[in-house]
T-cell receptor, first 111, second 117 residues
Framework: TQLLEQSPQFLSIQEGENLTVYCNSS?????LQWYRQEPGEGPVLLVT?????EVKKLKRLTFQFGDARKDSSLHITAAQPGDTGLYLC???????????FGKGTKLSVKP | NAGVMQNPRHLVRRRGQEARLRCSPM?????VYWYRQLPEEGLKFMVY????????ESGMPKERFSAEFPKEGPSILRIQQVVRGDSAAYFC???????????????FGPGTRLTVT
């Protein structure tokens, strides 16, 4: 069974700071998706990365897929209180349909 | 809003009763996935269905759990004779294409919170 390790588990920062969340595995994924989940709600898709080395930007969020397609990172610039939430990475197993999820990073941005 | 719909949002069952969770995929999507999320745990894959077919049920317990996605109507996750350990949030996701060697995206519903008393 493939595993995805996310770090850090918890992150509490001040508004305006930068942060990076990591998602690592020893296995290769066909693609990797990042979600954000609010309490009591379902995960909301932020981005999908497919190609090794790919970098995608979504406003202040930058997502990178490792060259070997085993790891990914999410970087947030100038964090805002509205960025508070649970960030989940999920890898698509090669030749499978389901997603393998990390346990998530709980981000708190204080004003 | 043509997003993934799940109902009920909250379900309370006594031990031994049956729980039925429903999921309507996004319009045009024919692939449905069910996941379970326990407190402080990540989402765990349970089952992957296409219309009238179970594609992968490797994450679903062999006993008491079943899933279907009929030609007409929503996908149903059914838990018979529920136990306290079944208490969790159950999420449904849908996608346009399968994940086989292609990029696809799964869109999640708001979940059903099952509480077994």
């Amino acid at each position: 069974t493939q595993l995805l390790e996310q770090s850090p588990q918890f992150l509490s920062i001040q508004e305006g700071e930068n942060l990076t969340v990591y998602c690592n595995s020893s296995s290769v994924f066909s693609s990797l998706q990042w979600y954000r989940q609010e309490p009591g709600e379902g995960p909301v898709l932020l981005v999908t990365v497919v190609t090794g080395g790919e970098v995608k930007k979504l406003k202040r969020l930058t997502f990178q897929f490792g060259d070997a397609r085993k790891d990914s990172s999410l970087h947030i610039t100038a964090a805002q209180p509205g960025d508070t939430g649970l960030y989940l990475c999920a890898g698509e197993e090669v030749s499978q349909g389901n997603l393998i999820f990390g346990k998530g990073t709980k981000l708190s941005v204080k004003p | 809003n043509a997003g993934v719909m799940q109902n009920p949002r909250h379900l309370v069952r006594r031990r031994g009763q049956e729980a039925r969770l429903r999921c309507s995929p996004m319009k045009g999507h024919s692939h449905v996935y069910w996941y379970r999320q326990l407190p402080e745990e990540g989402l765990k894959f349970m089952v992957y269905l296409q219309k009238e077919n179970i594609i992968d049920e490797s994450g679903m317990p062999k006993e008491r759990f079943s899933a279907e996605f009929p030609k007409e109507g929503p996908s149903i996750l059914r838990i018979q004779q529920v136990v306290r350990g079944d208490s969790a949030a159950y999420f449904c996701a849908s996608s346009l294409e399968s994940g086989f060697a292609t990029a696809y995206e799964q869109y999640f519903g708001p979940g059903t919170r099952l509480t077994v008393t």
